[in-house]
């Protein structure tokens, strides 16, 4: 991912590492060290839409037998065109998270 930004020290554009943290990015300037933060302003993949609303996904994983448990939640950022009926989803549950469309599969219960 080319990152348009530069050191607010140096002015580097090239020497830049960045690591991404949900909606932030950290970025180290290789070449002074500076440290600075960015927000990422998320746009829909889709439709190209800058209006996308953060949500938070549940993270599901198997737990013991066969049950689902929810271990964490990562914010994704639905369009309210192209991902509309999720929305929709997530404001009828809040404030639960946004279940994922596709769970884990649990075994077949004899
Ligand atoms: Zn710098
Ligand atoms: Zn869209």
Redesign the pocket.
Known sequence: MPLQVACPACGERDVLRGARDGDRIALVCGRCGREWERSVRPR??????GD?EPVPLAIVEKGRGTQLSVVGTRTIHL?????AERLVRYHANRPNPLMPDELPTLPDVP
């Open positions: 829909c993949p889709t439709c190209g839409a996308v369009c309210p065109t192209c991902d």
